[in-house]
């Protein structure tokens, strides 16, 4: 069965440092790839999607990556602000699947 | 704007009470899913439709029913079999048959928390 496991877990970092997250599924077969971000209490909004075809997607100060023989993603945000402070979650689906999700990094920016 | 809407925001139930939980979408999706998130738990899939009038049990489906009657409502019914009911329920979409990989990726309505008093 596949699962999803995000590290870290939570991470705090001062205002204007780059950082990474990480997403990795135990079946590298993913057709797609998604990255939500969930503030408390509301829904997910998606951040960058990585389709069957792609490897990368850039938004902003947001690239996600896919490397789909190991089935590891990263999601990486720069220069970092106290707005970008929320849960992040990863997810993927597989051909006969909807999207399965990570538990989520908690990311906290201070000022 | 087109989006989901999910109603209501919180909802409270008695033992042994059946409720309804809401969601329409105006986006012209085929798809539409919902899942359950529980404190520091990933989304678990309980049911999700890729078309009128069909829709498939996802991992945690036991307790809950859904219907598909129009394109544009799936509607979910936590039953009172469901032993542990309180959690936050996320309603989502996609265009085509996202479950297959295609598509634009899924969009989340704003969820509805549910708590058993």
């Known amino acids: 069965k596949q699962e999803v496991t995000q590290i870290p877990a939570a991470l705090s970092v001062p205002e204007g440092e780059n950082l990474v997250l990480n997403c990795s599924f135990t079946?590298?077969?993913?057709?797609?790839l998604q990255w939500f971000r969930q503030d408390p209490g509301k829904g997910l909004t998606s951040l960058l999607l990585?389709?069957?075809?792609?490897r990368e997607q850039t938004s902003g100060r947001l690239n996600a990556s896919l490397d789909k023989s190991s089935g590891r993603s990263t999601l990486y945000i720069a220069a970092s602000q106290p707005g970008d402070s929320a849960t992040y979650l990863c997810?993927?689906?597989?051909?006969?699947?909807?999207?399965?999700f990570g538990k989520g990094t908690t990311l906290s920016v201070s000022s | 704007d087109g989006g989901i809407t999910q109603s209501p925001k919180y909802l409270f139930r008695k033992e042994g009470q059946n409720v309804t939980l809401s969601c329409e979408q105006n986006?012209?999706?085929?798809?539409m899913y919902w899942y359950r998130q529980d404190p520091g738990q990933g989304l678990r899939l309980i049911y999700y439709?890729?078309?009128?009038?069909?829709?498939q049990k996802g991992d945690i489906a036991e307790g809950y029913s859904v219907s598909r009657e129009k394109k544009e409502s799936f509607p979910l019914t936590v039953t009172s079999a469901q032993k542990n009911p309180t959690a936050f329920y996320l309603c989502?979409?996609?265009?085509?048959?996202?479950?297959f990989g295609t598509g634009d990726g899924y969009t989340f309505g704003s969820g509805t928390r549910l708590t058993v008093v």
């Open positions: 989502a979409s996609s265009m085509g048959s996202g479950v």
């Open positions: 079946d590298s077969a993913i057709y797609n």
């Open positions: 990585i389709q069957s075809s792609q």
């Open positions: 997810a993927g689906n597989q051909a006969g699947t909807a999207l399965i």
């Open positions: 986006l012209n999706h085929d798809a």
């Open positions: 439709s890729q078309i009128v009038n069909d829709f």
